[in-house]
């Protein structure tokens, strides 16, 4: 029986799907968390570096407005805030003298998108503002208020998430990649188990296997299910044999092994089909032993069952190849002939039947017998033209052979032919 498809609605995903959607996830979540982490250690490593150079800048500034601090020379201060300003990564300056009046001061400009990034980096991760005094001869003559800015912080943080996403990418990539591979070496095995089975269901054969798997598990799966179809193939066969030698049974004479009348009157049913659609001539011999029922008497039914199988054995070998010969019962015989092409074929096959029981037939307790046959014959369409017909033609023919004491006798015929 055909396995039924599920309906739409009813489907489910296939464990190749499955799979490879768990291998991309553990991957792109695998690569995701490392690459998070890596960009993370490396941009709070990079703000503690960026906050010790903006401490080092602000040193370095304050060395260098010492003189024109003390000097309250202000164009000075602000030349030298703009030369720093243009070679390092400054968001805004400003000097103080000890009276924390201002002296000069530097913004850079923050009218960009790209800028007010930097700048939001910047107070995310580097000190609000590092002050750093000026001083003159140990004295403190004045401050620098300086803060940083977030470009280099900016660049790596978009670096790092470029760098994230090309992960992720050759992440899916790769995992898609391995997870087909992993797919066709898990699942390929399954399929092969699975297509066995179904072809198995629908064609009723237990001769096809499943091949084996370099995966120990998927291959002791394999041979296990192969030692079943092993087990279910033996048994078919011998359900087949017994089926068919029930069939012979139910067809065959247990005695003398020829078919019996339930088989031959089917066959005589379709020859003559084939005879009539062919337009040809077929014959049915009735025979009976004249002598069977004195042997059976006062020989034994061993004696009797000796002769009906030498009788058996005779006939058959007196017959063509396409011709049928049964034990109707008792010691009652029919031979079926096809096709003949004159009533002349019939009669020689007769003739040969008569002649070759004139050979004594051996007895099981010692000694021998010899009996005869008396042969009916009946001719299609000339006698008859159905089945029934045509074996009661045969069977009269036979009786008045008996009677006449004659070998045999056509059906319906005035004439006999004697031996």
């Given at each position: ?266 066959r005589l049913l379709g020859s003559m089909r084939e005879a009539r659609d062919s337009q040809t001539q077929m014959a049915v011999l009735f ?133």
């Amino acid at each position: 029986m055909n396995r039924r498809k599920p309906e739409v609605s009813q489907q489910r995903p296939s464990l190749r799907r499955l799979l490879h959607n768990a291998h991309l996830r553990v991957a792109l979540l695998a690569m995701g968390l490392t690459s998070l982490s890596l960009t993370l250690v490396s941009l709070l490593a990079l703000s503690t570096y960026a906050g010790h150079n903006l401490q080092l800048i602000a040193r370095s500034l304050a060395y260098t407005l010492e003189a024109a601090v003390v000097f309250n020379d202000r164009a000075a201060v602000r030349d030298a805030l703009e030369q720093i300003c243009k070679t390092e990564e400054i968001a805004q300056v400003a000097v103080f003298d000890k009276d924390g009046e201002l002296l000069a001061s530097l913004d850079t400009p923050n009218n960009t998108v790209l800028n007010s990034a930097e700048q939001a980096i910047a107070r995310l991760l580097l000190p609000d503002m590092v002050i750093q005094p000026i001083t003159y001869q140990g004295k403190q003559i004045g401050a620098l208020h300086i803060s940083g800015q977030g470009t280099t912080l900016l660049r790596f943080l978009i670096g790092g998430l470029l760098g994230l996403l090309a992960s992720l990418a050759l992440s899916a990539l790769g995992a898609t990649y391995g997870s087909k591979r992993i797919q066709r070496a898990i699942t390929q095995p399954l399929r092969n188990l699975s297509q066995v089975a179904h072809n198995i269901s629908v064609e009723r054969t237990f001769n096809q296997r499943v091949p084996a798997t370099h995966i120990a598990d998927l291959n002791e799966l394999a041979e296990d299910f192969n030692a079943l179809l092993d087990q279910l193939e033996s048994w078919q066969h011998q359900l087949e044999r017994e089926n068919a030698s029930l069939a012979h049974q139910a067809s065959h004479d247990a005695l003398t092994g020829l078919p019996n009348r339930a088989f031959f009157e089917s066959r005589l049913l379709g020859s003559m089909r084939e005879a009539r659609d062919s337009q040809t001539q077929m014959a049915v011999l009735f025979l009976d032993s004249n002598r069977f029922k004195e042997i059976n008497d006062q020989l034994g039914h061993a004696a009797g069952d000796a002769v009906l199988i030498a009788i058996a054995q005779r006939l058959r070998a007196q017959l063509r190849e396409g011709d049928t010969v049964a034990r109707l019962g008792g010691d009652e015989f029919a031979v079926l002939l096809k096709p003949i092409h004159h009533e002349d074929d019939a009669v020689l096959i007769a003739d040969k039947i008569i002649d070759s029981m004139h050979k004594p037939i051996a007895l099981p307790e010692g000694g021998s017998i010899t009996t005869s046959l008396s042969i009916g014959i009946a001719l299609y369409p000339e006698h008859a033209d159905n089945p029934e017909a045509l074996v009661h033609e045969a069977d009269v023919a036979m009786y008045h052979a008996k009677r006449s004491q004659r070998g045999r006798i056509m059906a319906k015929s005035q004439d006999s032919l004697t031996n």
